[in-house]
């Protein structure tokens, strides 16, 4: 990982960070590298022993209920009275290899985990970062990668580097506003700087109007999230810094069951014949692609 600093500043605030969370904000170029995978023209998936494998629940209906939170574009978002987006074409895929019907239905985002954990719901979609704090709670079967990253207003300064004394929003429980934002804000005040003032969201939606109106200065929001509204906002919007934190988006499953491995096996069949890649390729996420599926894949 290339690390990018600036002036005194940051490299104050990182010392602090190292000090207060022993974590890196270190940014990087390739934040969502594109992880070339060539299709294999020899891909199988053994449907037979994978739907076998499946919990009696989604065997005995025939679905697999999926928890998610819209809108959270392009991973799922609302166009007209439709749910569109990467997670629901990918789930909706895997429904199909699998010869089960999806249901995807609405919760409120800090209850999805817990949801899924309950068995309230066989899975969960949602862009996802895969932490060990919620494989405490559930299963975590990845399949993309994605970052944070800072939108702005075309024309200001506001950045993760320039964020002492900023107004900054981010949606309600979330990584960026329990883990980034709050130790970035306590490395400010370290240095001897004013603290961000954090600004709290329903959503991702939510929060980029705010910022379109000028109630924050920033929002810190993952990747793909920040460039799609940025890419929406028509000149008004822009990303900025590069994408850091990187981490795999997951779909959780509950603690221990059988659905994690079949999903994953799904997915890796998805990567090896190429139709992950051409589903990201559908809503610009090629950058996210990534050369294997995981089970509970977080280092922190």
């Not at 939510?206 to 990747?223: N, P, T």
């Not at 990303?239 to 221990?256: C, E, M, N, R």
């Amino acid at each position: 990982m290339r690390c990018h600093r600036r002036g005194g500043w940051i490299a104050g605030v990182s010392a602090a960070l190292a000090v207060v969370l022993a974590t890196s904000a270190c940014a990087t170029d390739d934040a969502t590298t594109t992880e070339s995978v060539t299709p294999s023209e020899t891909a199988t998936l053994d449907v037979a022993a994978l739907k076998a494998q499946l919990p009696d629940r989604v065997l005995t209906s025939g679905t697999l209920t999926v928890a998610t939170n819209a809108p959270f574009a392009p991973m799922e978002f609302r166009r007209g009275k439709d749910l569109v987006g990467f997670d629901v074409d990918l789930v909706n895929a895997i429904g199909e290899a699998l010869g089960i019907k999806v249901d995807i239905k609405q919760v409120d985002f800090p209850k999805l985990v817990p949801e899924v954990s309950a068995g309230t719901y066989d899975m969960g979609m949602r862009g996802l970062f895969d932490t060990k704090e919620r494989e405490k709670q559930v299963d975590m079967v990845t399949y993309f990668r994605a970052g944070t990253q800072w939108a702005r207003r075309v024309g200001t300064d506001a950045d993760p580097y320039n964020a002492c004394g900023k107004k900054v929003g981010a949606e309600v429980a979330t990584t960026q506003l329990t883990m980034e934002l709050p130790a970035k804000s306590q490395a400010c005040e370290v240095v001897g700087e004013k603290k961000i003032d954090i600004v709290t969201y329903p959503s991702e939606t939510a929060a980029m109007e705010g910022l379109m109106r000028g109630e924050v200065d920033a929002v810190s929001a993952d990747s793909p999230v920040t460039l799609y509204a940025s890419q929406q906002s028509k000149g008004k919007l822009e990303p900025t810094g590069h994408a850091f934190d990187t981490l795999p988006y997951s779909f959780p499953v509950a603690k221990g069951s059988s659905l994690g491995p079949v999903l994953q096996k799904v997915v890796e069949h998805f990567i090896n014949s190429g139709k992950l890649a051409s589903i990201a390729k559908k809503w610009g996420l090629e950058r996210g692609v990534v050369k294997k599926s995981s089970i509970n894949a977080a280092i922190n």
